[in-house]
C-alpha cells in the first residue's frame, strides 16, 4: 500500500475512535444532565409545596387549593415534562403537563439510546411539613424530548467532526506529501543505481531523515563503483598476463618443441639412410618415429593457433578471424557452415580490444560446434567510431534462456572479458530457435 494512503487511513481510524469516544461521552452526559434536570425540577417543587403549606398553616393562602402548581409553571416551567400529585388523605390526583415540540429521529438511533440509557425516567419524592406527609410528587420527564436533544447534540458534534477531520486530513495530505517527495527522488536513483550508473548521486535533502538515507545509499554507490573500478583495473592486468603467458608458452613451443621436431625428423632421415644401406631392418622403426613426429607437430601447430594464432600478431584481427572461421569449416565437414561478416576497419581497434573479440569469438564457435548442433553459424563484426560489436548467432538446439547452472565457465569467461572492458553482453534466442550472443564494446573505455 501506498504510505501516504497508510498514513491518512491511520489518522481517519485514529479520528474515527476519538468521534466514538466523543459520542458515547456526549451521549452520557446527555443522559446524565437530564436526570439531573429532573431531579431539580422535584426537589424545586417539593419545596414550592412545602413552602404553600407554610402560606396555609400561617392563614396566607387560604384562597389556594393544595396543591397549586402555578408558581412552578410561572418561574420554572420545563418543555416536556409532567408533574403529578396524589393526596394522602383523599387519593385526588392532580396533574400539569408542558407540551414540546420534539423532531424527528432515526428509529436506529432512538433503540439505541433506549437500550443504554433509558430515558424518561420517573421520580417520586414525598411532600411533608411538620412531620406530616401530605402526598407524593410525581415528575415524568419526556423521553422522546431527551432523545430528540441527544440526536440535535451528536449532529451538531457530527458536523464539526466531519469539517474537523476533512480539514486535518487535507493539511496532513498537503505535509506528508511535501514530506515525502524525496521518496520517488531515491526510487528513481536506486534505479540508476540497478542499471548500472554507479556514478549517480542522490541530491541533498531538507528534512534529516532522507538526509541520512541519500548519504548513506551515496557511499553506498561510492563503494560499489570503486570495488567495480578496482575489479575492472584487476581483470584488464589478468587478461594481459593471461595473453602475455600464452604468448611466452607459444613462443617457447615454436623454438624449442619445434626445433627439437625437427631436430628428430632430420635425424630420422638420416638413420633411414643408413638403415637402407647397412641395416634395412631399422627401416619400419624410422618410419614409425616419422609418423609420430609428424602427428606431434599437427597437435603443437593446432596448440599454437589456440594459444596465440600467427596472423594475429603479423596480419591483425581480420586475417585471424578469417582463418579461425576457415579451420571451423573445415574440421566441420560440411556439418555446420560458418560465415563471416566484417563491417569497418578492424585496424583501428587496439591489441587488448582485438584480442579480446578475437578470443570471444573463438570461445563462441567451440560452443557451437560442442553444443549447438547447428548446422548454420553466422558472425558479425561492426566497427563504429566508439563502438565495435560482435554478434554470434547459431540455429542449434537452444530455445529457452537462462542456462542451467552447468553449463560450463564459457559463458563465464566471457563475461569476465567484457566487463573487463566495460561493455555489454546480451544472450538471447534467435528464431526458430538457436543461440544469439552479442557483446558490444567501447572502443575507448573510460579510464577510472
Known amino acids: 500500500m501506498n504510505l501516504l494512503r497508510h498514513l491518512l487511513l491511520r489518522i481517519v481510524a485514529v479520528a474515527a475512535l476519538c468521534l466514538l469516544a466523543t459520542t458515547a461521552y456526549l451521549l452520557a452526559d446527555s443522559d446524565q444532565a437530564a436526570k439531573q434536570a429532573t431531579r431539580h425540577i422535584a426537589d424545586s417543587l417539593s419545596k414550592q409545596l412545602s413552602f404553600q403549606q407554610l402560606q396555609i398553616s400561617a392563614g396566607f393562602g387560604n384562597g389556594v387549593a393544595f396543591p397549586d402548581f402555578s408558581l412552578w409553571k410561572q418561574t420554572q416551567s420545563v418543555a416536556g415534562v409532567c408533574v403529578g400529585f396524589v393526596a394522602a388523605d383523599t387519593r385526588q390526583t392532580r396533574s400539569l403537563c408542558n407540551g414540546a415540540d420534539v423532531a424527528a429521529v432515526p428509529n436506529g438511533f432512538a433503540a439505541l439510546y433506549r437500550w443504554f440509557f433509558a430515558p424518561g425516567l420517573v421520580l417520586t419524592q414525598t411532600v411533608s411539613f411538620k412531620g406530616r406527609d401530605y402526598g407524593v410528587l410525581?415528575?415524568?420527564?419526556?423521553?422522546?424530548?431527551?432523545?430528540?436533544?441527544?440526536?440535535?447534540a451528536i449532529r451538531r458534534l457530527l458536523g464539526l467532526s466531519a469539517i474537523t477531520v476533512f480539514a486535518v486530513c487535507g493539511l496532513v495530505y498537503l505535509s506528508?506529501?511535501?514530506?515525502l517527495r524525496p521518496v520517488q527522488t531515491i526510487v528513481t536513483g536506486l534505479g540508476q543505481l540497478e542499471q548500472g550508473q554507479l556514478a549517480y548521486r542522490l541530491p541533498p535533502f531538507a528534512l534529516a531523515e532522507w538526509q541520512a538515507i541519500g548519504k548513506a545509499i551515496n557511499q553506498l554507490a561510492a563503494s560499489q563503483q570503486q570495488l567495480l573500478d578496482e575489479r575492472q583495473r584487476l581483470a584488464v592486468q589478468l587478461l594481459k598476463l593471461q595473453e602475455?603467458?600464452?604468448?611466452?608458452?607459444?613462443?617457447?613451443?615454436?623454438?624449442d618443441l619445434g626445433q627439437g621436431l625437427a631436430a628428430i625428423n632430420a635425424v630420422t632421415a638420416a638413420i633411414a639412410q643408413t638403415a637402407a644401406q647397412h641395416c634395412p631392418e631399422l627401416l619400419a622403426e624410422t618410419g614409425q618415429i616419422s609418423e609420430i613426429t609428424a602427428h606431434i607437430l599437427?597437435?603443437?601447430?593446432?596448440?599454437?593457433?589456440?594459444?596465440?594464432?600467427?596472423?594475429?600478431?603479423?596480419?591483425?584481427?581480420?586475417?585471424?578471424?578469417?582463418?579461425?572461421?576457415?579451420?571451423?569449416?573445415?574440421?566441420?565437414k560440411g556439418n555446420t557452415h560458418y560465415r563471416l561478416t566484417i563491417t569497418g576497419d578492424c585496424a583501428a581497434l587496439p591489441?587488448?580490444?582485438?584480442?579480446?573479440?578475437?578470443?570471444?569469438?573463438?570461445?563462441?564457435?567451440?560452443?557451437?560446434?560442442?553444443?549447438a548442433a547447428a548446422s548454420q553459424a553466422q558472425i558479425n563484426v561492426a566497427i563504429s567510431a566508439d563502438t565495435v560489436t560482435l554478434t554470434v548467432t547459431d540455429?542449434?538446439?537452444?530455445?529457452?534462456?537462462?542456462?542451467?547452472q552447468h553449463t560450463g565457465i564459457g559463458l563465464l569467461g566471457i563475461r569476465e572479458r567484457v566487463t573487463a572492458l566495460q561493455g555489454r553482453l546480451m544472450l538471447s534466442i534467435s528464431q526458430p530457435q538457436g543461440l544469439q550472443v552479442s557483446v558490444s564494446l567501447p572502443l575507448h573505455p573510460d579510464c577510472h
Open 176 to 179: 506528508l506529501r511535501h514530506a
Open 351 to 371: 591489441e587488448a580490444l582485438a584480442v579480446t573479440l578475437f578470443r570471444i569469438c573463438q570461445e563462441c564457435l567451440t560452443n557451437i560446434a560442442k553444443h
Open 244 to 255: 602475455e603467458e600464452r604468448r611466452y608458452v607459444a613462443r617457447e613451443l615454436h623454438d
Open 298 to 332: 599437427t597437435s603443437v601447430r593446432g596448440m599454437l593457433a589456440r594459444l596465440r594464432p600467427a596472423e594475429l600478431d603479423g596480419l591483425g584481427l581480420a586475417a585471424s578471424l578469417k582463418a579461425l572461421v576457415g579451420g571451423w569449416n573445415t574440421r566441420s
Open 395 to 404: 540455429n542449434g538446439l537452444t530455445q529457452a534462456l537462462p542456462f542451467p
Open 138 to 152: 410525581t415528575v415524568t420527564p419526556s423521553a422522546e424530548l431527551e432523545i430528540s436533544q441527544a440526536w440535535a
